[in-house]
């Protein structure tokens, strides 16, 4: 990792799953092969192919695999702007957004009893 710009690149091994938790706002860059996103409280998958990226959205569970095998960088999210005082009331109540979902999921999905953030 290069820690002066929060830069990570990790290899997705072929049919492998690798998890995330609380990096909402983090850029995952596909540099080569194909990577499927899913966000635990999101409906939509993302799928991404060598030179696309996609901004996480929510802090909750992330799950990225690849059929194939991927190589992705993951690069840190920028400080937050302050936000007003009803923006920041949505944030607590969203459901998503709270570290007790990734409790809730403790052990239901592969990996997420011991799963550490990459």
């Not at 002066?4 to 983090?26: D, E, N, Q, W």
């Not at 192919?49 to 799950?63: K, N, P, R, T, Y």
């Not at 990734?102 to 011991?114: E, K, N, V, Y």
Request: hydrophobic share 45%; proline share 5%; glycine share 12%.
């Amino acid at each position: 990792m290069d820690a002066r710009f929060g830069i990570a690149t990790h290899r997705l091994a072929p049919r492998a799953v690798h998890m995330l938790t609380g990096a909402a706002g983090t850029e995952v860059i596909c540099r080569s092969g194909c990577t499927w996103i899913t966000q635990y409280g999101d409906s939509r998958d993302v799928v991404l192919h060598a030179g696309q990226s996609f901004v996480l959205e929510c802090s909750s569970v992330v799950v990225m695999s690849s059929n194939l095998g991927a190589e992705i960088l993951l690069r840190a999210a920028m400080a937050p702007r302050p936000h007003g005082w009803l923006r920041r009331l949505a944030g607590w109540l969203d459901p998503r957004s709270g570290s007790t979902v990734a409790r809730d999921l403790a052990g239901r999905l592969p990996g997420s009893a011991g799963a550490r953030p990459l």
